[in-house]
Nanobody, 122 residues
Framework: QVQLVESGGGLVQAGDSLRLSCAAS????????MGWFRQAPGKEREFVAC????????NYAGSVKGRFTISRDNAENTVYLQMNSLKPEDTAVYSC???????????????WGQGTQVTVSS
């Protein structure tokens, strides 16, 4: 199994940027598809982005496409989410997760981090 720990969240203003990191330990991260999800208060968890094991394929939610970039460094066992042009509606707890196959559905992700809070003020 793999343990995931997110970092990099914080309070920023609209238009600012943040980079989230997710460090994996245990089984090597290169064995998994990695995804980022977010959950705002009172809302369901939603898909943000995912990346294939090699990093050659990525997929994004329409609401973040063109603003967010997912990447991974398998040598460092870390996956990143670069978030630019942040909007107040991006405010949520962001969690990384690991899956055995490429998917945007959270039900297919077996391992989850505890999440990091991102708050965007207007």
């Amino acid at each position: 199994q793999v343990q995931l720990v997110e970092s990099g969240g914080g309070l920023v203003q609209a238009g600012d940027s943040l980079r989230l990191s997710c460090a994996a330990s245990g089984r090597t991260m290169s064995s998994y598809v990695m995804g980022w999800f977010r959950q705002a208060p009172g809302k369901e968890r939603e898909f943000v982005a995912c990346i294939s094991r090699s990093g050659t394929s990525t997929n994004y939610a329409g609401s973040v496409k063109g603003r967010f970039t997912i990447s991974r460094d398998n040598a460092e066992n870390t996956v990143y989410l670069q978030m630019n042009s942040l909007k107040p509606e991006d405010t949520a707890v962001y969690s990384c997760a690991a899956a055995s196959f490429y998917s945007s559905s959270p039900v297919n992700y077996r391992y989850w981090g505890q999440g990091t809070q991102v708050t965007v003020s207007s």
